[in-house]
């Protein structure tokens, strides 16, 4: 039975919007919220929970039922918490699995979360004596974060009931933990994960849509501290896995050094195009200085992303023990492959676009409508990759490569997440690719960057000014790409991984660039409408023009 009590509850991870709590009734102990007796009002409750956090990845879905798949209770001498594993039933399209951190406190604790977290309580609970407690997202306890921590550090083996969970170190972890206490904090950056750093020593992202399998995260991560040297991530400390009835792994928490840092690359570039805008002439015909001394010291910090990059392309393809690491030919059966894939992606997208035409708002509907004019030429332009001879190798790659995925650690910078893009699914995101994924994946986030600094300017502004300084955000990102272009190809030629042919590089970035635009305009169509112009606009420049003008380099 399930009554309402109606209170404003912010999620811990996002917005604060007005929801109802409800209250569970229970039998004799809080524990047997999670028996069978108690699905349907389980269901409900995390149903109704769900789409409010930050993490939840389908929100725009409809949610048919959450069920119970595995439960571990996690030791802990302050709290009583379970590691959690949910699957979520919708209308339509395939299920996904979510890990939950649940806690249940009686009426001494609860009134405590209340208090100071009542952003954390998913329901009130109580028992045919009286008794009163709460069901909570346990992620902010700090007793409950140390206990995840103890549970890596010693190696731990936890039944549930479909599976157990292990915790497991690596080499380096003693170093990176060091010794002291590590109070626990919870980062509320927006995130597809949760992330607690302990102290400045260590950070634990804990994944929260669970694919099966090792997440490349882990993986490369990994590979990275124990196998090759590149100090330029996070090492690997450990991570918490789940292994079912069948023997399957599924990782649930990867565990890493903590990097102090002054933020992420692309706060930095934003910060850095503001001043560039400052400084650009107010007449275009009176512009006398070199466009690089307009962009000033932020060539030099452009130059060793280039450099960091290639370096860690260099590492990924150095010769590695584990197959799943090992550089392989770019062969014609794999480019065959991939274009297959790429055509395909394309084709849903501009159909997505088509029938999202009537709703675009009215400033990008002229852009869509000529992107929509050029799909036959980029579903030509993907199969130029057919044409290549020598394309190099297939490496391990980063897979989501952006200025967001660099943090800026004293006068360097810190390649993070190796997660890959988590719209696609985790057999993708283990595949090796061509590195030029990854480079097109900073080309375009150098335009993102350009043109989000250029809407936040201009906002308000006369159509005469949003033209002048979009000319000035154009150049801007032309020569800020075409000098970590050829900052990484200068770096990278000490590797094989590329090919020799200047025409097959130009392809293979060509195409990796399209589709990179093609995936950030289906991104942009189901969650940003508003951002869909960046896209369109790098599809306009690498279709509408036959090529684009940072590819001349190459």
Excluded at 70 to 81: H, K, Q, V, Y
Excluded at 208 to 231: F, H, K, N, S, W
Excluded at 463 to 479: I, K, N, Q, V, Y
């Amino acid at each position: 039975m399930i009554t309402y009590l109606t209170c404003l509850v912010s999620d811990m991870d996002g917005v604060t919007p007005p929801v109802e709590t409800p209250t569970i009734k229970v039998t004799d102990a809080w524990e047997r919220l999670f028996d069978p007796d108690h699905a349907l009002a389980l269901s409900k409750v995390l149903a109704a929970c769900l789409p409010a956090r930050r993490w939840f990845r389908s929100k725009s879905r409809s949610i048919v039922s959450v069920t119970l798949i595995d439960l571990i209770n996690l030791p802990c001498a302050d709290a009583t918490a379970y590691l959690t594993v949910v699957q979520v039933t919708y209308a339509q399209g395939e299920p996904e699995r979510y890990l939950l951190l649940l806690g249940l406190a009686d009426r001494s604790q609860a009134g405590e979360i209340l208090r100071a977290s009542p952003q954390a309580v998913m329901a009130h609970l109580t028992m045919a004596d009286g008794s009163a407690g709460v069901l909570y997202d346990a992620v902010g306890d700090p007793s409950i974060s140390l206990a995840l921590l103890d549970l890596i550090a010693e190696h731990r083996r936890l039944e549930g009931r479909a599976g157990e969970v292990c915790g497991h170190t690596t080499g380096a972890f003693e170093q990176i933990r060091g010794t002291g206490v590590l109070e626990p904090h919870v980062l509320r950056a927006e995130q597809t994960n949760t992330s607690i750093r302990f102290g400045d020593r260590l950070i634990l992202k804990l994944y929260r849509r669970l694919d099966e399998g090792v997440t490349p995260d882990l993986e490369i991560g990994a590979y990275l501290t124990t196998d090759v040297t590149y100090p330029h991530t996070p090492a690997v400390a450990g991570h918490l896995e789940s292994k079912t009835d069948e023997g399957r792994a599924v990782t649930l928490a990867l565990l890493q050094a903590y990097v102090p840092n002054r933020g992420d690359a692309w706060s930095y570039s934003l910060t850095c195009l503001d001043q560039f805008f400052d400084r650009v002439p107010i007449d275009d015909a009176s512009a006398t200085s070199p466009i690089a001394a307009l962009i000033g010291d932020y060539l030099e910090a452009v130059r060793l992303i280039a450099q960091r990059t290639a370096e860690l392309h260099l590492a990924l393809a150095a010769a590695a023990r584990d197959p799943a690491m090992t550089a392989e030919p770019f062969d014609e059966r794999h480019r065959e492959s991939l274009c297959r894939d790429m055509r395909h992606r394309a084709s849903q997208v501009f159909r997505q676009l088509r029938d999202a035409l009537p709703q675009l708002p009215a400033s990008v509907l002229p852009s869509a409508q000529r992107a929509l004019r050029l799909e036959a030429r980029a579903l030509e332009d993907l199969g130029s990759i057919l044409r290549v001879g020598n394309a190099g190798q297939r490496i391990r790659i980063h897979g989501d490569y952006h200025l967001g995925q660099l943090l800026r650690a004293g006068d360097d910078f810190v390649v993070i997440d190796f997660e890959g893009e988590p719209a696609r699914p985790l057999s993708e995101r283990r595949m090796k690719r061509s590195a030029l994924a990854d480079v097109a994946g900073m080309l375009r986030s150098f335009q993102y960057a350009a043109f989000s600094a250029l809407i936040q300017r201009t906002t308000g502004e006369s159509g005469a000014s949003l033209s002048r300084l979009e000319h000035w955000a154009r150049l801007w990102e032309r020569f800020v790409g075409t000098t970590f272009l050829d900052r990484y190809l200068e770096a990278a030629s000490k590797g094989r991984f590329l090919p020799d042919d200047r025409d097959a590089r130009r392809i293979l970035l060509k195409v990796h660039l399209l589709d990179k635009a093609v995936y950030e305009l289906g991104y942009e169509l189901n969650h940003r409408p508003t951002w869909l112009e960046v896209p369109l606009w790098g599809l306009d420049d690498l279709l509408k023009t036959g090529t684009a003008p940072v590819l001349r380099k190459t």
